[in-house]
């Protein structure tokens, strides 16, 4: 199926017509169910317009351009093989955020502040993946973003919702104003925008180490890229949270997008130095995302730091590819391009479930502290049970998804011996211990995160009190379940789904997949590599049966029911069970570097009736080292500055004759 990009830009249409309706009901009793039906229809035909053309003809190409935006290029559209790709994954998420929101969204206090936002934030991020020249990208870009920091200010009058507005806003601008550079770098003095003239123009190495850069910075920072990530934790969970799925396993993937469409697409052959860049800060965002999120008690933080570890996963494969690709392995570099995009779908899939958990158990108790929480699997077993699914996959445990595009990534780092530069050699190997650290650390991570919200007692009356969630919700968590699970049994379909984006961008492909035997994938060789999830799955599935069905065969009349142990007391009440500062403790103590963690304990005189209190500090470095020297520094400059509005005409007139004049002669200096 040959796909024309100008049927995807009426489905884009559709959406902001949809924004325009939504304005005009939004206060309508009935507004929810239409605006997110209408998003839901819409997302589903688009969705289903990309996968076909994936599935058939993904190296067919089409370009449109409109009389818009800049006079001399307008506005061109193309949709490629990697466009295709990235267009499942957003429509994707918004085809199953707007069947979630169908049942959560009628709770929400303040629909008329989401409604109108939901739609034209699924047509930005549809835009920004079609866009074919700087101007389009980067308008389609700030549309996004506008329309994201809305959707998070949807409940504004709450202080720290304003503050992570504030915050996300000032990073989106600094993102922008970073690819605003970018582009213009790549242009160069011809001032041809769109990306054919950019790919024609071969910029030099020293551009090419600029725009890498400026690509790390504005497509990084709305990745959430260790130093730039301190936005996401406060904006993710801020929004309601079907848009923080969007935001988290989606949006994130748009700006990863933006960087592969200019690393490796825009700039040519790539150099090993940028592989050895993009392995570092890969590896930081990892393991320092998910340890954040291990000392986390707000399940929706905590969900919005493991994005941050999950990036970083992703940003480790791109790293490895590109070292690949600047030294002619181009069977390595696809392997490891093809884990990265497997990770960018999987993380889309198990990471919107497990918000869409949050969002259950938010509707049900209305709380997202889980020291409030526990004992939920009786009440809402259902939810349980997706949820579960969720925190197996994002783990990395088979047979799930998850699993599978990890194994490729670590299939892709055991290659580092064939890598001719030392700096490689000693980079790649490191970086895979910070993976496999990462990825011990995540399962501890969502065992807490499972453990203490739905195992248990209940810890408070709102819990006792919650019931099951909507079908709408519950119809879009299982499905997103279902699909962690066939990503993950049946990989190779994915993996040759991925081949012409992959055969487009390092120009060679993974071998197929379909045609081994017995369904299984093997990245290189049979001989040094093979992983049959089918197998693993029906292995998993019919010994957890055997077992189940001898223990209640000849074990359950041996069987005695009773009351928790108390450790020797009796009856310590929900209030004696591990909460997740205590569960955190022991990872907490041994990474404590990580966080400048300290503990203070207030211990009362003997025969005191004063409970002893424990007092634990943990410290974001990057904000800390990074931010808040640059907020006082902006301070300072704007105290000094601040006489500047106090001048007479006389001295504004010498202010403006001295710039033109320092103007003139740069422009005249200029070579």
Not at 337 to 352: D, E, G, I, Q, Y
Not at 376 to 402: E, K
Request: aromatic fraction near 10%; glycine fraction near 8%.
């Amino acid at each position: 199926m040959n796909l024309d990009v100008a049927v995807l830009l009426c489905g884009v249409a559709a959406l902001l017509g949809t924004s325009v309706l939504a304005i005009a009901v939004s206060r309508h009793r009935s507004a929810t169910r239409l605006v997110y039906s209408a998003t839901l229809g819409i997302s589903a035909v688009l969705l289903a317009l990309a996968v076909g053309h994936l599935a058939t003809d993904a190296t067919a190409t089409s370009t449109v351009a409109l009389p818009l935006g800049l006079p001399w290029i307008g506005a061109r559209f193309h949709l490629d093989a990697l466009a295709t790709f990235f267009l499942v994954v957003v429509n994707l998420g918004g085809a199953a955020s707007s069947l979630y929101g169908l049942g959560y969204g009628l709770h929400e206090s303040a629909p008329h502040r989401v409604l109108p936002f939901f739609p034209a934030f699924l047509a930005g991020m549809n835009l920004v993946l079609l866009a074919d020249d700087a101007f389009t990208f980067l308008l389609s870009w700030e549309f996004m973003s506008l329309a994201s920091w809305l959707l998070v200010m949807a409940h504004h009058r709450d202080q720290d919702n304003r503050r992570a507005g504030y915050i996300y806003l000032v990073m989106a601008s600094f993102g922008t104003f970073a690819l605003l550079l970018a582009f213009g770098l790549l242009s160069g003095s011809s001032g041809d925008y769109t990306f054919e003239a950019i790919r024609a123009g071969g910029p030099t190495p020293l551009v090419a180490a600029a725009v890498l850069g400026l690509m790390l910075l504005g497509a990084g920072s709305k990745a959430g890229l260790v130093p730039l990530h301190v936005w996401l934790p406060l904006a993710h969970p801020a929004a309601p949270s079907h848009v923080s799925a969007l935001m988290s396993g989606v949006m994130t993937k748009v700006a990863v997008y933006g960087f592969i469409r200019v690393v490796f697409d825009l700039l040519g052959p790539p150099s090993w130095w940028s592989g050895v860049v993009v392995l570092f800060f890969g590896g930081l965002t990892a393991v320092l995302g998910i340890l954040h999120a291990l000392m986390e008690k707000d399940l929706k933080r905590l969900l919005a730091y493991s994005t941050i570890e999950n990036i970083g996963i992703i940003f480790v494969s791109l790293g490895l590819a590109l070292a690949f690709g600047a030294n002619a392995m181009g069977w390595a570099a696809a392997l490891a391009l093809t884990a990265a995009l497997f990770h960018v779908l999987n993380h889309a899939f198990f990471k919107s479930l497990l918000f869409f958990g949050a969002g259950a158990v938010l509707t049900a108790t209305g709380e997202r502290d889980m020291e409030k929480l526990g004992g939920l699997i009786h009440r809402m077993p259902l939810t349980s049970f997706v949820f579960l699914v969720g925190c197996v996959a994002i783990s990395a445990l088979p047979p799930f998804n998850g699993f599978v595009s990890e194994w490729l990534a670590f299939q892709a780092v055991l290659q580092s011996p064939d890598l001719p530069q030392w700096a490689l050699k000693v980079m790649v190997p490191a970086v895979g211990g910070l993976l496999a650290l990462s990825a011990a650390l995540a399962a501890a991570c969502f065992v807490k995160a499972f453990g203490i919200t739905f195992l248990g007692r209940p810890r408070s009356a709102a819990v006792e009190r919650a019931q099951e969630v909507d079908r709408c919700s519950l119809a879009a968590m299982f499905i997103l379940a279902s699909l962690c699970l066939l990503a993950g049994i049946l990989p190779g379909v994915v993996i040759d789904g991925l081949a012409p984006v992959t055969l487009s961008l390092v120009g060679t492909r993974m071998p197929p997949q379909m045609t081994q035997p017995w369904l299984s994938i093997v990245p290189i060789a049979e001989s040094r590599s093979s992983y049959n999830g089918l197998l693993v799955f029906l292995f998993i599935a019919v010994s957890a049966s055997l077992a189940a069905y001898a223990i209640h065969r000849f074990a359950s009349r041996a069987l005695r029911r009773g009351p928790a142990w108390g450790c020797g007391f009796q009856d310590i009440g929900p209030s004696g069970q591990y909460t997740a500062v205590s569960f955190a403790q022991p990872l907490r103590r041994v990474f404590a570097f990580a966080f400048r963690a300290s503990e203070e304990v207030d211990m009362p005189a003997p025969g005191s009736t004063v409970p002893a209190r424990l007092t634990v500090t943990m410290h974001d470095l990057a904000w800390e080292w990074l931010y808040v020297p640059i907020t006082d520094a902006v301070d300072y400059a704007i105290e000094r500055l601040n006489y500047l509005q106090f001048l007479t005409i006389r001295s504004y007139l010498s202010l403006v004759f001295v710039y033109l004049v320092a103007l003139l002669l740069a422009l005249t200096l200029w070579p």
